[in-house]
């Protein structure tokens, strides 16, 4: 299990940038695939984007070409660098952990796929 704690919420005007982090702990962090999800108010929670241990990635078409997902294995972390915020990006956003050592270049954009979840923090975009 690892103990994710995400950060970089906030409120932005439509247009704006903001850059969430998600620091893991508790395992060893390069053993697990990544994943952004999201979630407004009334609405299911639904994928962002997902990395694998290799750095592989795959995006949500809503958010492609505007966010970039990273990872750090020395610092533990994973970031979701979002541009050209629109107002239907606000939601609590998720970070989610799934272990994958047997598992180099796999990514997944299911939540049930992964096993641990961070609090989530909240972006509001401005219209």
């Known amino acids: 299990q690892v103990q994710l704690v995400e950060s970089g919420g906030g409120l932005v005007p439509a247009g704006g940038s903001l850059k969430l982090s998600c620091a893991a702990s508790?395992?060893?962090?390069?053993?697990?695939?990544m994943g952004w999800f999201r979630q407004a108010p009334g609405k299911e929670r639904e994928f962002v984007v997902a990395?694998?241990?290799?750095?592989?990635?795959y995006y949500a078409d809503s958010v492609k070409g505007r966010f970039t997902i990273s990872r750090d294995n020395a610092k533990n972390t994973v970031y979701l660098q979002m541009n050209s915020l629109r107002p239907e990006d606000t939601a609590v956003y998720y970070c989610?952990?799934?272990?994958?050592?047997?598992?180099?270049?796999?990514?997944?954009?299911?939540?049930?796929?992964?096993?641990?979840w961070g609090q989530g923090t909240q972006v509001t975009v401005s219209s």
């Open positions: 990395i694998s241990r290799s750095g592989s990635t």
């Open positions: 508790g395992r060893p962090f390069s053993s697990y695939a």
């Open positions: 989610a952990a799934r272990n994958t050592y047997y598992s180099y270049n796999n990514y997944y954009t299911r939540g049930v796929d992964y096993d641990d």
